[in-house]
């Protein structure tokens, strides 16, 4: 290499970065950076290049991230690619093109049509390399950069012929057949000693870089015809098993191909599963809704401190069984109402650990082995062996499956009114020396403690009452009436808006709350000795939200809604160390048009209480009665409401307006700023 040679060297790089490198730092060149360009870019280079190359090796580069260098007047542009020749190239006819950047020329024809000469180029060239065809002048125009329009313009030169004056083009791309095992074919029916009307009167020429054919005749009948032939030995020369190779764009491989094998394969297979399920005839429970599948459960037993928690096993059937320590889990499907073809899952060990093992790839196989189904997880790709024709079918059925899922939004609103009252009066007797007194030998009676404590004759006597609104005691020291009287009254509104985005019939759950504690305690019963365990399990409470979507293609959703909302119970004593849990659970099925509104559910409680305490009877004299007790009167009313409220979400730009909306609902709960007071002027 001259001592002008360089070294390239980058590593994921900014496509800006590459640009201010090779055109600023290296060509000391002016550029412009359209808004728009983007892509990173890994290149490096083995030896030093000269620095000629620099430029080329950039417009490689950028075309790689769809972008495009223009030269103009002062320097160079960078701009996306799709942007590049509207507005930004003129064709040039034989004058001396600038050193680099993409460009547009045009090349007059002289014997073969420029339509014709369309198809015969369009193998070779660029998606979007030609700009225009004028059949009326018989002209092209190319764009690309001037290495790929010098190439251009030998093929053009090398078709451009007068043999080809009036002929017609055609070019079929192979499906199934290659193209060099196809030519020996085609000569035998159309070489000039075929077999067939139309033999020598075509002439063949083979791209296998793209597996195409071009086809030339003199006659554009001729052209259909051969195409039908052409089309019917492409099908046939494919007739064996061959293999196809599909990137999944949306779905999980592995469940586009169970789908595919239930209908082509009748379920035939092994792999691995895809974990235990509850078995036939079993269901999950949790604390308020037995639905809610994803709910943690109370007081589950699987796979915990020597207890054992068993599913299903057996023909068609998915389960899990396990026991205590260092108990070995496993994980086992049939082929009846099972996952297709799934025949058995790995077993695994540890403490207390009873669940099955995953695979990365499942395999299916049709009875007679013409259809062979595989998908790799880890690429999200299926390879599928099959016929031609089977993979003509297959193909529609995927491209029908392989859809960009619908999304659903769900705003939850749970609202909660509570009104609480109380009112208490009445009166209260005290009196002092009468705690501790006793009777001496004669009968005499001998006064208790003379301290200045004073007990309540009724109720929990006098220092509770201690700093109520309205409390006033009287008579003498040793015996004192007090009269009371309190009234409260509460009001309390709550509201919940849990909201969250769930693909279309997926499970999606939210919660905000608390885990709670919940000591338990297993004895076991042996001859002579008992053993107990302890064990800690921590139970969700709080907002608990669990749905799933479904959306049918009139924009109604179809919702399986689990709502529960949870908290402890300050109130109720505790149950053997454990607290009580207040819950308000609703499960419920429900179908609303997108955007729509829907209550699930609605709670109105009201409970009522009388309490009077007084010395019997003489508290229910009437008037006077009042004097010796006290009435407690309680009212506490509860109403809840549960409305919910989806919206789909098609596509990328409606995903946006949701996230949008959020950040607005978000940004509107930052506190107010107070402008700073203006500083005071001398």
Known sequence: AGKDAVTFN?????????VKAILGDLLKQNYTIVPGVEGNISFSTAEPVEQEQALPILETLLGWTHNALVRRAGGYVVLPAKDAVAGNLVPSLGAAAPGGGLQARLFPLRYISATEMQKLIKPFVGKDAVLLVDPSRNLLVLAGTPQELADDERMIRTFDVDWLRGTSVGVFNLQYARVAELMPKLDSLFGEHGSTPLAGMLRFIPIERTNALVVISTQADYLREVGEWIGKIDAGGGNQPQLFVYDVRNLKASDLARYLAQIYTNGAGSGGDSGGQVGPGLGSGTLGSADNVNANPLGSTAGSFGNTGTGAMGSGMNGAVGSG????GESRDGSGNGQPGVMSGNTTTGFGNAGGSTETSQQYASSD?????SSVDSNNQLLIRARPSQWEEIKRAIDKLDNVPMQVQIETRILEVKLTGAFQFGVQWY????????????????PGSTTASQYGALGQGGPAYGGEPFFYSFLNHNLQVAVRAMETSGN??????PSMVVMNNQI????VGDSIPINQTTVNTNIGTDTSYSSVQYLNTGVILSVRPRINPGGLVYMDVSQQVSQRDAAQPLVNGNPSISQRALSTQVAVQSGQTVLLGGLIQQDEGVTNTGIPGLNRIPVIGRLFGSTNRNRDRTELIVLITPRIIRNSDEAKQVTDEYQEKFESLAPLRTAAPAEAKP
Not at 10 to 18: D, M, R
Not at 369 to 373: A, D, E, F
Not at 439 to 444: A, L, P, R, W, Y
Not at 492 to 497: D, G, H, M, Q, V
């Open 369 to 373: 082995g013409s259809v062979r189904i």
């Open 508 to 511: 999606g759950k939210i919660q």
């Open 492 to 497: 309390t509104k709550t509201l919940s808006a």
């Open 10 to 18: 980058f590593e994921n790089q900014p496509v800006q970065a590459v």
């Open 431 to 446: 009196l002092k020396g009468f705690i501790g007194s006793t009777v001496d030998s004669n009968g005499k009676f001998i």
């Open 325 to 328: 320590f260092n108990s070995g």
